[in-house]
Structure formats: C-alpha cells, structure tokens
C-alpha cells in the first residue's frame, strides 16, 4: 500500500487531524494511507445535522418545520458520516471510524425510529422510551469524550457538549418538560459550532498547507 509521510505537503493534516491522537515522537513521521482525511467531512456532517435538530429544540423556528431534520439526518448525518467513518478505518483511525460511524447510525436510527417506530409505541410509554433513546447516547457520548483527551480540545468540547445534549433530551422527554428541552437545543448549537470549527480548521490548514487555525492536542504525548 503507497503511503505518504507527514513531511509530504498533502499529508499535511496528520497532525493537524482533529480525531488523531499526536504521535508519540514529537516531530516524528507517521506513515499514513495516501487518502485524504475524511475528518473534516465527519465532523461537518455531525455538526450541521445537529446544528438544524437544535434549531427546533430551542424553538428558533416553528416545530412544524422539523421533517427537514429527517432528511439532513439520512443524507448527510447518516450516509455522509457513514463513509467518513468507513475511511477512518481506512485510515487506521479507531477513534475516528467509532465516533463518525456511531453518530451515522445515531441519526439513521433516529430517522427510522420518527419515521417507522414512533408510531407503535403506546402513548403513555412514549417519553420514558424516548429518553431511554437519548441517555443511552449520553452514556455513549461520555465514553468517547474520555477517549477525545487524547486528541484535540475541539472534539472534546464538542462531545462533551453533546453529551449534556443527549442527557438534557432524555431528561425533558422522560417528564414532558419542554424548557429542559430547549436548553438542550442550546446546547446543541453549541455543539454544532465546536464541530464546525474543528472540521474548517482542519480544511482550511490543509488546503493552506499551514496552520491558519489551531488544532493542539489536548496534552502531547511523551
């Protein structure tokens, strides 16, 4: 398989890669898959998609518009982010081809399950299954944030921003309490904005060749 060294101008974004850990070497070359970094394409999918689903939950727009979520959440929540996570793979990424891989599934999911599901769940068990839904992402969500100190401050603020969005959603579903909601919209446009930033500045510093935005990792390795 040809690979390319971080000295190579293309690989540039190895270590400007907000899903990678840093190299255990410092100024060390990292042999990596001659592809270009699906990073940017993961986050931007995640965030956009999350970016509009908290739009409605904090009641920006009227709730009547929400069926746009669906589709994002299958085009590019789901299948985009989906093949994000596939090259992570490719790219002998782990924390990258879960994180993007999961979150594609997640909106594929909750596509099928407002679409299909929804329905066939008895009213009055509605909510508690519902936030059963979105704290089991919570739980999710916290495990990855642990495995995010080890890359760059971005991704780790976003997913903990995530996760107090999944946790807030599950909680206001369980006790139909709609402001705990909102704040959790909140929260998710918060989320939506450290993702974005990670995925452009990943973009825009490999496209530069330099880096315009900085992308440290949370602490160098030794």
């Known amino acids: 398989m040809a690979v390319h060294v971080e000295q190579d101008p293309i690989a540039f974004t190895v270590e400007d890669d907000p899903m990678r850990a840093p190299a255990r070497v410092h100024n060390a070359a990292r042999p990596v898959p001659a592809i270009a970094d699906p990073a940017p394409l993961g986050l931007a999918a995640l965030a956009m998609t999350t970016l509009v689903f908290s739009v409605f939950n904090a009641g920006l727009v009227s709730q009547t518009g929400e069926p746009v979520v669906l589709g994002l959440a299958v085009a590019y929540g789901g299948l985009a982010q989906l093949l ?10 782990a924390f990258g081809a879960l994180t993007f891989g999961s979150y594609a599934a997640f909106w594929l999911s909750y596509w099928v399950l407002e679409e299909f599901l929804v329905k066939q769940i008895p009213a009055a068990e509605t909510g508690s299954a519902i936030a059963l839904y979105f704290i089991t992402w919570a739980i999710f969500t916290a495990l ?10 971005a991704v780790s603020l ?39 930033y990670a995925a452009f500045a990943a973009l825009i510093n490999s496209t530069y060749e330099r880096t315009l935005l900085p992308l440290r990792p949370v602490r160098r390795a030794p």
Do not use: C, Q, Y
Request: hydrophobic content about 55%.
């Open 84 to 93: 994000a996570g596939m090259w992570e793979f490719r790219r002998g990424n």
């Open 144 to 153: 990855l944030w642990v495995a995010s100190l080890r890359t760059t401050p």
């Open 158 to 196: 976003m997913l903990a921003l995530l996760g107090v969005t999944f946790l807030l959603l599950g909680i206001g579903d369980a006790g139909s309490h709609s402001e705990l909601v909102k704040v959790a919209g909140w929260f998710g446009i918060a989320t939506a904005a450290a993702g974005l």
